[in-house]
T-cell receptor
Framework: NAGVTQTPKFQVLKTGQSMTLQCAQDMNHNSMYWYRQDPGMGLRLIYYSASEGTTDKGEVPNGYNVSRLNKREFSLRLESAAPSQTSVYFC??????????????FGPGTRLTVL | QKEVEQDPGPLSVPEGAIVSLNCTYSNSAFQYFMWYRQYSRKGPELLMY????GNKEDGRFTAQVDKSSKYISLFIRDSQPSDSATYLC????????????FGKGNQVVVIP
């Protein structure tokens, strides 16, 4: 049982390049989330997927797109990377969709640098 | 005003001391309160989970919620060097697709 896995662990991009961050969970969770973490800013929600087939914007969605490929996988795409997107990206999942709050389980993160 | 305020610190304490961390919040609808621990270069992991007001104890950790003051606390007794980490508070109302509002995190260093 690996929990939440993320690939890659590290990435360096040039401005304007595109890339996709991959996330997978093996806990049969309904909900999945993408966050970015920056010094002094805490965790900020980029996009989330309450259940398979649905996605919604979070606090800072500009410059990103997401795909909930199936129940296990939730990817985050940067179409044209900018230096402001230099950050640590975390994927998380939780068991519940709807009207309860449940624990979120986090992956190990992807450290992205955009030059 | 951000929904959740947490003084980022850092906080340095000697081994064995009591660590006291707190967060304030503005949304009175929050009913679920969590503390996450994040070691350097790792993802956050859930440490404590409480519902509504009161205290919850788990070993050396105590989480306290005061809804009337919109204030939550985490206490670490007999702190150990292995407690050195960043502690993030998180909270949510009983609706909203499980979206959590996080504090910025508080870095704690326990000095042997």
């Amino acid at each position: 049982n690996a929990g939440v896995t993320q690939t890659p662990k590290f990435q360096v991009l040039k401005t304007g390049q595109s890339m996709t961050l991959q996330c997978a969970q093996d806990m049969n969770h309904n909900s999945m989330y993408w966050y970015r973490q920056d010094p002094g800013m805490g965790l900020r929600l980029i996009y989330y997927s309450a259940s398979e087939g649905t996605t919604d914007k979070g606090e800072v969605p500009n410059g990103y797109n997401v795909s909930r490929l199936n129940k296990r996988e939730f990817s985050l795409r940067l179409e044209s990377a900018a230096p402001s997107q230099t950050s640590v990206y975390f994927c998380a999942s939780s068991p519940t969709s709807g009207y309860r709050t449940d624990t979120q389980y986090f992956g190990p993160g992807t450290r992205l640098t955009v030059l | 005003q951000k929904e959740v305020e947490q003084d980022p610190g850092p906080l340095s304490v000697p081994e064995g001391a009591i660590v006291s961390l707190n967060c304030t919040y503005s949304n009175s609808a929050f009913q679920y309160f969590m503390w996450y621990r994040q070691y350097s270069r790792k993802g956050p992991e859930l440490l404590m989970y409480t519902y509504s007001s009161g205290n919850k104890e788990d070993g050396r950790f105590t989480a306290q919620v005061d809804k009337s003051s919109k204030y939550i606390s985490l206490f670490i007794r007999d702190s150990q060097p292995s407690d050195s980490a960043t502690y993030l508070c998180a909270m949510s109302p009983p609706y909203g697709n499980n979206r959590l509002a996080f504090g910025k995190g508080n870095q704690v260093v326990v000095i042997p």
